[in-house]
């Protein structure tokens, strides 16, 4: 049975409307079962909502349309709750000095994984598809059962013993663990919020400031166009007239994505997350903004264009996803992962995972609109300004966190006209 443009729109969208749901959702749940134990309460949910994915598919998605729309809201739902607590449960273990590219990880594993599933799609038949899609789930569920859960859950829950067990597992044998499990108790006490505090102590600076901050960096991982270039890469190649090879443009901008990936987890606790995002936006306004350059000329000299700039939208766009990848791609989930502490950190993670999952959505509904309304060209000129935005809140707004443990990042902003205003927060 055929299904219609908009039945097929929503089965689409149900993933983004799943994953904002469940960021929203994933903070309070974190802190209720824990980092650990949500990542492994996540497994059988996710399995479900693939299978109904391989039920619907064997027999057709018009045949069992409600069916499919469920088990899509149902994966985006548990990637939306896992995708939080991943990044907390990353940024909580890991020792300072190698946090940043632990974090990173993230982003490279799931490019990785989008790269395999589109090999994979090539060759293989939906259902089939799906099912292998499962397998990472269950195995990643396997592994964690291993894991010690955070030290820092357990010591929110008061559990300091097996915290200092968890954090001595971690670091090793011999690490002189005291100092870091002090400064780890200091900084709960300083976000030790209980129900009543929650809201006036959104007040303060030492907790609005690290959660705007996070928020706007992933307001601004899908306001610089990833999104866009992504989902309308096909029709991008195709309009530009440019006679390249359709799959070798895809592939070679897919590739950029993945080397990137790869050089923000050497250069993340090197080179700083905030010279990474200036990086980042100064290299992506200028290629987004080159290519509405090109099919702006394309519409008044197609045949100048084509003969003489056809290198320009292949080169642009690959350089534009390598710089997308070394700085917002990869830095969004390390300050996700780093920048508050405690129950804050779980409101933060939740909330941005939200943003990213909401601003996914919006991109799905609108960008059909914005290519009718202002055209191809009009549309990487707008995305190339705000990556100009992203460039301005990136040099002066975001706060440098290479290298710092978690109480000297979060006493960072206790005082409103301190610390904090030295590395330039809000």
Known sequence: MPLSQWQVSVYVAMLSVGG????????????TAGRRGVLLAT????????????????????????MAVAGRFLTGLVVGVANAAAVTYVGEVAF??????MSSFYELMLNVGIFLAIMAGG?????????????????????????????????????????RAALQHFRGPHFNIDEELKGIKSSLEKNSTGKKRMMSDLKKPRVYKPLMIVLLVA???K??????????????????????SLNLSRNLVVAAVLVSGVAVTVMVDKVGRKTLLVISAAIMAPCLGSVGVYFYLLHLDLCYTTTTLWWLPITTLTIYMFAFGL???????????????GEYQGLASGL???????????TLLTNHALLAAIGMHGVYFLYSTFCVLALIFSATLVVETKGRTMHEITSLFDDEHGTASQYGAL
Not at 43 to 66: E, H, K, R
Not at 352 to 362: A, E, I, Y
């Open 219 to 221: 307001l601004f991982y």
């Open 327 to 341: 700085g917002f791609g990869g830095i969004t989930f390390v300050l996700m992962s780093e920048m508050m502490c």
């Open 96 to 101: 300072c000095d190698v946090r940043g590219a």
């Open 43 to 66: 497994c059988v949910p996710s399995l479900l909502g693939w299978l109904m994915t391989v039920t619907t598919t064997a027999t057709g998605l018009g045949y069992n349309y409600a």
């Open 352 to 362: 941005s995972v939200s943003v990213l999952w909401g601003l996914s959505f919006l």
């Open 223 to 244: 306001l610089t166009g990833c999104e866009m270039v992504q989902s309308y890469i096909d029709i991008m190649f195709e309009e530009s007239l440019t006679g390249l």
């Open 123 to 163: 060759w293989t038949p939906l259902r089939y598809l799906a099912l292998m899609c499962a397998c990472p789930g269950v195995v990643g569920a396997l592994l964690t059962f291993f894991c010690h859960e955070s030290p820092v859950f357990l010591l929110m829950k008061n559990r300091e013993r097996e915290a």
């Open 20 to 31: 904002l749901l469940g960021g929203l959702a994933s903070g309070p749940i974190m802190n």
